[in-house]
């Protein structure tokens, strides 16, 4: 698991390989990813959009932004959390992703941008 915490906001990322859901002689390797947003400041938030950095291996680099997670724009109130879980498919079987939360302050309506930690996404086998 990674974790970052970026004004207030604690990040927290594991990452679980989908063998059922990959077919390797296809080039196409499935992974699950679970986030939790632990809202550690003194306001409550709301996250407004995402946007992803997708590293495979072979050098592509994917670019995902959009509103919300996983079709929500979850408030967090202090000392609340929100988890969802989502995925993401590589072409090979060593990558990792990275990205940023935009966060609204609900106070005083300001935004600022919470950062996710790069993680690994990582086929077990390769690891062995």
Not at 18 to 38: G, L, V
Not at 98 to 103: F, L
Request: aromatic share 10%.
């Amino acid at each position: 698991m990674v974790t970052a915490i970026t004004q207030g906001v604690k990040i927290s990322v594991e990452t679980i390989y989908q063998d059922e859901h990959s077919n390797p002689a296809n080039e196409h390797y499935m992974f699950a990813y679970r986030i939790e947003i632990e809202n550690l400041s003194d306001y409550a938030i709301q996250l407004m959009r995402r946007q992803w950095f997708i590293f495979d291996s072979n050098g592509s680099i994917r670019e995902v932004e959009g509103e919300g997670v996983v079709g929500v724009q979850p408030v967090i109130e202090p000392g609340e959390s929100y988890s969802y879980v989502s995925g993401c498919n590589l072409k090979t079987d060593i990558g990792s992703m990275r990205g940023h939360y935009s966060m609204n302050r609900l106070v005083d309506e300001t935004s600022f941008e919470v950062d996710i930690p790069e993680f690994q996404l990582i086929v077990p086998y390769k690891l062995n």
